[in-house]
């Protein structure tokens, strides 16, 4: 059914709802995709039952969209964010003319679980910044982009997309743009520093060939890599570290929050290193600081 071609008037009406988006929220091209996929997606559905995302549609018809993605078994939380994208969209159209009911209107989101994330201890980190071969290139690269990701709680994308001009060495600080290109300065810590100067020094010329880039991180291939192959490089370190946890792309941001507050950080402090806009997405981490004190007490209190 979603296999339904994408007319050109739904394409046209996805396009100029993604660009008000962008000029009223400055959503990240991740962002924006991922609307744009979900849109066509619910388009092609419509496509299907002979209908358009600019046809005016009733909740029963969303509903009906939704009974046949519980039925693919699309997940709860995907769901979730598919009702959010379709909100804002159908809310704009309102309020620019373009239809005159929003058929969202009393239909509730999935109540999602609160997930805890997984959790890498302090050992585990440990064993995996070394992990990487620091006599080669590439090695050195990827260690300097553990210690720096792990150092500063960023996101993969904010990591690959680091460039000269947003570090300072000298003050020992980063200039991170995070979502909404909202930016804040990070310290980086001894530790990152000391492995940016030697990568900087050792690494990055050799692996840029004398090419000029301001890419702080370049692939191979002498661009900006990938979150996609960041990720491959963070497994595969993960596998040579002998590490067998469930990761995730967000695992060193996690450990970065979790350890912070282990060690008794602040939680607004540990939200603006986050680059959070609300506490309550913070306060997620107290839950899993909790939960290992909680551990450690059952495992090392002769009361326990």
């Known amino acids: 059914m979603t296999s339904q071609p994408l007319s050109a008037a739904d394409t046209a009406v996805i396009d100029a709802y993604l660009d008000r988006v962008w000029l009223e929220k400055g959503l990240s091209e991740n962002s924006l995709a991922s609307y744009r996929r979900d849109l066509q997606g619910f388009a092609r559905y419509l496509a ?3 209908s358009t995302l600019a046809a005016p549609l009733t909740g029963q018809q969303v509903l009906a969209y939704l009974a046949w993605r519980h039925a693919k078994k699309y997940s709860s939380r995907s769901t979730a964010r598919l009702l959010s994208c379709l909100r804002g969209f159908y809310r704009d159209q309102v309020r620019e003319g373009l239809q005159e009911l929003d058929p969202l209107v009393g239909i ?7 997930s805890l994330p997984k959790l890498l201890t302090e050992l585990d980190v440990e064993a995996l910044l ?56 990070v310290p980086l810590g001894e530790e990152a520093s000391f492995w940016l100067t030697r990568y900087m020094h050792e690494a990055r010329p050799l692996l840029l060939a004398d090419q000029s880039s301001e890419v702080l991180f370049p692939s191979s291939r002498k661009q900006m890599m990938t979150r996609q192959t960041f990720w491959h490089r963070i497994k595969y370190w993960a596998q040579v570290a002998g590490i067998d946890k469930p990761l995730s792309p967000h695992t060193l941001r996690h450990a970065f929050a979790t350890h912070l507050l282990n060690h008794g950080a602040d ?3 540990v939200q603006l290193l986050l680059g959070h806009s609300d506490l309550s997405t913070t306060q997620i981490y107290t839950h899993v600081a909790q939960a290992r004190m909680q551990e450690l007490h059952q495992k090392h209190h002769p009361r326990g």
């Open 48 to 50: 299907a039952a002979q």
């Open 108 to 114: 509730e989101s999935p109540k999602l679980p609160k």
């Open 130 to 185: 070394n992990a990487p071969d620091v006599g080669d290139p590439i090695g050195l690269r990827d260690r300097a982009m553990l210690e720096v990701l792990y150092a500063c709680g960023l996101r993969v994308s904010e990591l690959i997309g680091l460039t000269l001009t947003l570090l300072n060495l000298r003050q020992g600080v980063v200039k991170v743009m995070g979502k909404g290109s909202k930016e804040r300065l």
């Open 267 to 269: 939680l607004r402090v």
